[in-house]
């Protein structure tokens, strides 16, 4: 089983940062691609960034392309979202993904998620 637990949300104002942090644990990450969604109050859950197994290919949402970052530290398990020049529309709750294709089978892994506020 593996476990993922998102850090480093909270309230900033407009035109800030914040990085969050998905720390794993219960097996290396090495094999597994990440991604990053958010759920804004009353909308769907949508795609923000993605990352493959060895960091060497990213993907972005048009919203976020050159504002937010996403890498990853296989060493410590760990996978990041900077986010720079923050704007009210990105507060949200940021949610870490883990996926794993093996053959037919998909391994799947979402962690609890950490609150995002921007304030204008």
């Known amino acids: 089983q593996m476990t993922l637990v998102e850090s480093g949300g909270g309230l900033v104002q407009a035109g800030g940062s914040l990085r969050l942090s998905c720390v794993v644990s219960?097996?290396?990450?090495?094999?597994?691609?990440f991604g990053w969604f958010r759920r804004a109050p009353g909308k769907e859950r949508e795609f923000v960034a993605g990352?493959?197994?060895?960091?060497?290919?990213?993907g972005y949402a048009d919203s976020v392309k050159g504002r937010f970052t996403i890498s990853r530290d296989n060493a410590r398990n760990t996978v990041y979202l900077q986010m720079n020049s923050l704007k009210p529309e990105d507060t949200a709750v940021y949610y870490c993904?883990?996926?794993?294709?093996?053959?037919?089978?998909?391994?799947?892994?979402w962690g609890q998620g950490t609150q995002v506020t921007v304030s204008s």
């Open positions: 993904y883990a996926r794993l294709v093996r053959a037919i089978t998909w391994y799947i892994y």
């Open positions: 990352i493959n197994r060895n960091g060497g290919e990213t």
């Open positions: 219960g097996r290396p990450i090495n094999n597994y691609a």
